[in-house]
């Protein structure tokens, strides 16, 4: 094996550690989006001091609970940092105290709202009481926008269940 070819094998992974923390360490490739220096240190400090309606949400959406999606929770999206976000769904959620009810917040959140959309993400607005009082029926809303927005499975059609002919035309017996 001459010099040149040891430069383009990748180094093992480092002892105990998967190929993808590897990656991370000085590998290939990073495993998450660049994420500012700032932004990072401001979800981890809210993923720890999180609301009361957070942590009741977060309680059922976590580890695959909500019908097997994987969601996240205080994650950063570009220039913002989203409560909670199914990436597979594209879905964001977010839970607003009394605080989003004051001008200023209004504008922040329509124009973030309107940034997140504008990236494919669908934004659903919960308040902090609903969520404490009514968790159930939030939970049953997220559910409805990911069933409303999933394309049918290809299992889901039978061989004949109302497709349309080929080239759209009627069946005639007997004519070519």
Avoid at 47 to 53: F, G, K, N, Q
Avoid at 84 to 105: A, M, P
Avoid at 149 to 163: C, E, F, G, Q
């Amino acid at each position: 094996m001459s010099a040149n070819d040891k430069s383009d094998v990748p180094p093992p992974p480092l002892r105990g550690r998967s190929v993808r923390a590897a990656d991370r360490e000085g590998g290939m490739a990073a495993a998450h989006r660049p994420v500012t220096g700032l932004n990072r240190f401001r979800a981890k400090s809210m993923r720890s001091e999180m609301t009361d309606a957070e942590r009741i949400l977060w309680m059922r959406l976590r580890a695959h609970r909500l019908h097997g999606l994987s969601f996240r929770r205080q994650t950063p999206i570009d220039p913002f940092i989203v409560d909670f976000v199914c990436h597979s769904q594209n879905l964001v959620i977010e839970l607003d105290g009394g605080q989003h009810t004051i001008g200023l917040e209004i504008k922040r959140d329509s124009k973030r709202q309107q940034w997140l959309e504008a990236k494919g993400y669908r934004v659903l607005r919960f308040w902090n009481s609903d969520v404490v009082r009514q968790c159930d029926a939030v939970v049953e809303r997220i559910l409805e926008t990911v069933a409303y927005a999933a394309p049918p499975s290809r299992h889901s059609l039978k061989a004949n269940d109302d497709l349309p002919l080929k080239g759209g035309g009627e069946v005639t017996r007997g004519q070519p």
